[in-house]
């Protein structure tokens, strides 16, 4: 069991700053890294991976530093965002040779197990640089558990893969956490860490946003304010019997539309429909507006 | 020393297409060698001209600009390396290992090669061919150490690598003699001059330092090059999101 510590920890490249004052414990069991691109995901990863140094503070796996330490390897196993391998050896041969560099006693059965964990042995043969894309996963995934470390780090682990082999993935990921280990994965969507994740950190433009299990994110989420654009054949009585309502919080009227700040959605869902009619206003349309991932994140930063 | 980084070094040279380079610089001073043998017959003058000069000057620092470079360069740039990096071995012991495979490709595509092309076209290849081994072999060494540590340092390590070895060591210190003190080429050729003894004079060849002074150089960039590519290798950084 381990668990990895990131204790006030900040990234600056020159005057971008990629991670600003972030702390948070990874116990073990599978954590979900969520955030927009660009939230500084892969920077934390890195700094936690010990291949960054933070520019303040401390990431620490069981009291020990990940920067400068290469011992920390034995206990850590990561997989890498990027494709880049070494595309002219097979994949089996990848693996052993990754078993080889952490000195184990029996490489070859080492590698022939973690081989079979991600299902490849039918194409371990193979080059890798024939392989499609969930193959070179799979193969990046048995490097980074050859070893058996404690703690797993995945880097967007789900792009690009079908669902079948996001389910193989998932079912995988589980079963690590069911043996006591710390896994993290980064991701943009929050459909994979909702259905994965037993909890979650949210990261946006560099800070640590929120934190808890799927339900406390998908609350704050969608507990919002939601913002609607709506064309009718009245907008200024739609808009006066709006905000008479309680659900409504704002409208404005602007650009020939109606923008209204809901601060019930299921209320506001519910009685639009109810005042267009006893006020004799046909509508026209009604949008979400800023349902973006982004946007959502960024509520979630200003709270 | 870490054998497994070795051998993933070596295919990572000799299986991508750059290793098609690396088989052709050899071929074509054995076969210029060889031409020139046939044209013209063996001649100590002209074996010291092509082979001192074009081997030496061009040949050799391009066969260990491209094993010094290719032996980490590729990997850093497509973040394999990260598969190295991420055990529980040394820095410096990867870079060592890498250095010593980038070492052994260049003595046997660069130095082995001039050897066999002074053979082919030495008349007195006894006095020659060990003296030429042995200048080669040491500056293949500097050679791939340094430019090992440049593709640490640098994403742009083939350009500078170049410039040092075409424009610097050819060009500029065929204009300016002072530049020749700081010339892996001139160094080398010290120790090759030196080992000729009192043969270097009529072969012609003169070397710009003096073989202590020369070979104490090689040491030192060897090993400073050494030390810094490791160096820079512990605190290089890693992120996926470039």
Not at chain 1, 195 to 211: N, T, Y
Not at chain 2, 130 to 137: C, D, F, Q, T
Request: aromatic share 4%; proline share 4%.
């Amino acid at each position: 069991m381990s668990t990895v510590v990131i204790d006030q920890v900040s990234r600056w490249f020159g005057n971008v700053v990629a991670v600003n004052d972030v702390s948070m414990t990874i116990g073990p069991g599978v954590t979900g890294l969520l955030g927009p691109n660009g939230a500084g995901k892969s920077t934390l990863i890195a700094m936690m991976a010990g291949f960054l140094a933070p520019s303040a503070g401390s990431v620490t796996i069981d009291g020990e530093p990940t920067w400068r330490n290469e011992q920390i390897y034995r206990r850590l196993g990561l997989v890498p965002e990027r494709e880049g391998m070494y595309d002219v050896v097979t994949g089996r041969e990848l693996v052993l040779a990754n078993a080889r560099l952490h000195l184990l006693p029996d490489p070859e059965a080492a590698a022939a197990r973690a081989v079979a964990t991600v299902d490849m042995e039918a194409a371990q043969d193979r080059e890798i640089s024939t392989y499609s894309k969930g193959m070179k996963q799979r193969i990046k995934m048995a490097t980074a558990l050859v070893h058996d470390p404690s703690v797993l780090l995945l880097d967007e682990p789900f792009n690009g893969m079908d669902p079948r082999q996001r389910l193989h993935l998932m079912e995988l990921l589980h079963r690590m956490a069911d043996d006591g280990r710390t896994v993290l994965f980064s991701s943009h969507i929050l459909e994979e860490v909702e259905q994965l994740a037993g909890s979650i950190e949210v990261m946006v433009a560099g800070r640590h946003a929120a934190s808890g299990d799927f339900r406390e994110i998908r609350r704050l989420m969608t507990e919002r304010p939601h913002q609607y654009t709506i064309r009718s054949s009245d907008d200024r009585a739609l808009a006066a019997a709006l905000m008479a309502h309680g659900s409504t919080s704002g409208v404005e009227l602007r650009e020939a539309a109606l923008h209204v700040r809901a601060a019930d959605r299921a209320a506001f869902v519910h009685v639009l429909p109810l005042l267009a009619r006893n006020h004799d206003v046909r509508l026209y349309e009604v949008a979400p507006a800023d349902e973006s991932l982004e946007s959502v994140f960024s509520y979630l930063v200003e709270r | 020393m870490n054998a497994t980084v070795a051998r993933l070094t070596v295919r990572g040279l000799l299986g991508r297409r750059r290793a098609l380079l690396l088989l052709v610089l050899p071929l074509v001073l054995v076969g210029m060698a060889a031409v020139v043998r046939v044209v013209a017959g063996a001649d100590d003058g002209t074996a010291v001209g092509l082979v001192g000069g074009f081997g030496l000057g061009t040949i050799v620092p391009l066969v260990a600009l491209l094993a010094g470079t290719g032996s980490i360069g590729p990997e850093i740039d497509d973040g394999s390396i990260v598969y190295l990096l991420s055990k529980p071995i040394s820095r410096f012991t990867i870079l060592v290992s890498k250095l010593a495979t980038a070492v052994v490709v260049a003595l046997a595509l660069g130095a082995l090669p001039l050897a066999a092309a002074m053979l082919v076209l030495a008349d007195s290849p006894g006095a020659l061919v060990v003296p030429y081994l042995l200048g080669a072999a040491a500056a293949c060494t500097a050679y791939a150490a340094l430019f090992l540590c440049l593709a640490v340092v640098t994403r742009n390590a083939v350009i500078v690598g170049l410039l040092y070895a075409i424009v610097w060591e050819t060009t500029v210190a065929g204009f300016v003699p002072g530049a020749q003190n700081l010339s892996v080429r001139q160094w080398s050729l010290g120790l090759t001059e030196a080992l000729l003894g009192a043969d270097a004079d009529r072969f012609g060849v003169t070397a710009a330092v003096a073989a202590s002074t020369g070979g104490a150089l090689l040491v030192a960039l060897t090993v400073a090059a050494t030390y810094h590519g490791a160096r820079r290798l512990q605190t290089l950084p890693l992120t996926s999101a470039e």
